[in-house]
Nanobody, 122 residues
Framework: QVQMVESGGALVQPGGSLRLSCAASGGIFSINIMGWYRKADEKQRELVASISSFGSTDYADSVKGRFTISRDNTKKMVYLEMNNLKPEDTAVYYC????????????????WGQGTRVTVSS
C-alpha cells in the first residue's frame, strides 16, 4: 500500500506564506491525479487543489489565486504553495490521489498520512 507523508505546516501570521510537501512511498504516481485536502476542526475534509498527470490544475474557490499546486513525478512529490494566508485556512492538510477525477472525493491512490497542521493566527 502506498503511504502519503505530508510536511511543511507551521504557525504563520495572516498574509504569510507556506510551502507544503507530500511524498508518496510508492505506486504508479505519475498516472494519478493528485490533490491537497484540508480538514478544519468541526468541518469535513475538503479538496482544495488538484493536479492531473499532465499538469493541469484546479482549485477550490476559497483558495484560487492564493494557492498553487505542483508535482514532481520523478520524485513522487506534490507541493502546495500557499500565499496570503487567512485565518480560515487553518486546518490539517493532507495529500492523496486517484486515477479518475470522479474519485477525488474518495481518493484511493494511497493511505491517508498524518497530515501537516497549518495555523494562521496573529
Amino acid at each position: 500500500q502506498v503511504q502519503m507523508v505530508e510536511s511543511g505546516g507551521a504557525l504563520v501570521q495572516p498574509g504569510g506564506s507556506l510551502r507544503l510537501s507530500c511524498a508518496a512511498s510508492g505506486g504508479i504516481f505519475s498516472i494519478n491525479i493528485m490533490g491537497w485536502y484540508r480538514k478544519a476542526d468541526e468541518k469535513q475534509r475538503e479538496l482544495v487543489a488538484s493536479i492531473s498527470s499532465f499538469g493541469s490544475t484546479d482549485y477550490a474557490d476559497s483558495v484560487k489565486g492564493r494557492f498553487t499546486i505542483s508535482r514532481d513525478n520523478t520524485k513522487k512529490m506534490v507541493y502546495l504553495e500557499m500565499n496570503n494566508l487567512k485565518p480560515e485556512d487553518t486546518a490539517v492538510y493532507y495529500c492523496n490521489g486517484a486515477y479518475y477525477s470522479d474519485n477525488m472525493d474518495r481518493p484511493d491512490f494511497g493511505n491517508w498520512g498524518q497530515g501537516t497542521r497549518v495555523t494562521v493566527s496573529s
